[in-house]
Each structure stands twice: as C-alpha cells, then as structure tokens.
C-alpha cells in the first residue's frame, strides 16, 4: 500500500482531488482530513492498516490540490458534508466506511448522521463525532439532506436556463412561489429576469 495513485473528481468551481491506496476492487474507505491539513494526513497511517480495502483520502475544497471555492464563497461546515456526497456518487459507492480526523471526523459523523444507509462503518480519530439535541434531530435532518440533495440533483442536470416568454416566466414564478400575487411577481421578474434573443 505504499503506491498511490491521484483522482480528480469534476465540481462546479473545478475539482476535489484525492489519492487513493489498494485495489479498486477492495471494501471501500473513504479518509477525511482535519481543519487546513490535506490527503497526506494518511500518507503514514494507510500502510499500517488491512490490504483488502480501496483507500480513498479527499483534499476538502480548499485544501491540498483540490479547487478553492470561488472568492468571496464561505466554507460552510455543511458544504465539507455535500462534497463527501459528490465524491462518493463521483466513486459509484452506496456504502463504504467513513474514516475521519478532527475536521473530518465531524464531517463523518454529520455524513454518517444525515446519510445512515450509505456508512458501512464510522472511524473516528480524536473527534467525537457529530452531536444534536434530541428534540432538534428530526427536522435538523430533514432539512439539511434535503438540501444537499436538491444541490447535488440540480448540479447533475447541468441544463442551459430554458428561455420563456415574459408571461411563461411569470407563470413559472407564480407556481413555485404561491404565496406571490401576480403584481408581486412581474415586480420581481423586471430584475429577476433577462430578456434573450430567444426569449
């Protein structure tokens, strides 16, 4: 395990690069780094560990040889979590094992929170995971999976924006937002929107 070889996996600011140890064909792992560390956090430990796994050690965005965000873009802690997602799909892994130190291990424990059924098992290294009160569990769930799902789901389509007539567009306003009155919509769509040579 002493060879690696480099990944690049495509986001919409670039990429998020990794290095990955063992046979492809091996239980997979996925391995997070801390708080401005990089993939080369592993680069000691990964030999010591079983040779029948596919190791696969992210940069976050931002770090090491993976793409910064773009200027002015804050680094959400959720946004860690979406770019495990995207690497996981990017991978073609439904379940794998989550390894993660300090930063990374909260990013895992929040993943391994939010995405049960994809984490085979969760290692964690000087972190204690990802905690939340009790009562806040259900819709703190809901919400944020929603959310990186959606992201991800809209990111996969990639579609040039459809152009609409003035009226489809405000129709279109008016459907995914009920609670806008028709006046309140054309009030919008006059910055909103921009007027093409096809509509």
Same mark, same amino acid.
């Given at each position: 395990l002493g060879m690696f070889s480099e990944l690049k996996f495509p986001v919409p600011w670039g990429h998020v690069a990794a290095k990955a140890w063992g046979p492809s064909e091996g239980c997979p792992v996925l391995c997070l780094h801390g708080w401005l560390d990089n993939a080369n956090t592993f680069d000691k430990l990964i030999p010591l560990l079983p040779r029948g796994c596919y190791?696969?050690?992210?940069?976050?965005?931002? /770090?090491?040889?993976?793409?910064?965000r773009?200027?002015?873009?804050?680094? /959400? &802690?959720?946004?860690?979590?979406s770019d495990v997602r995207r690497v996981a799909a990017a991978l073609q892994w439904r379940r794998f094992t989550l390894m993660g130190h300090s930063?990374?291990?909260a990013v895992a424990g929040m993943f391994s929170f939010?995405?049960?059924?994809?984490?085979?098992?969760?290692?964690?290294?000087?972190?204690?995971? &990802?905690?939340?009160?009790?009562?806040d569990t259900e819709a703190w769930l809901k919400s944020k999976r929603m959310v990186i799902d959606r992201l991800l789901s809209l990111e996969a389509k990639q579609q040039t924006p459809?152009?609409?007539?003035?009226?489809a567009a405000l129709q279109r306003l008016l459907e995914a937002n009920r609670h806008l009155?028709?006046?309140g919509g054309a009030i919008l769509l006059q910055r909103g929107a921009t007027e093409t040579p096809t509509g």
């Open positions: 190791y696969v050690a992210m940069d976050f965005s931002g /770090h090491g040889l993976s793409s910064h773009p200027a002015g873009s804050p680094y /959400h &802690f959720l946004d860690y979590v930063m990374g291990g939010l995405y049960p059924e994809m984490v085979d098992k969760l290692i964690l290294l000087e972190n204690l995971g &990802f905690l939340l009160a009790p009562e459809k152009a609409r007539s003035p009226e009155t028709a006046e």
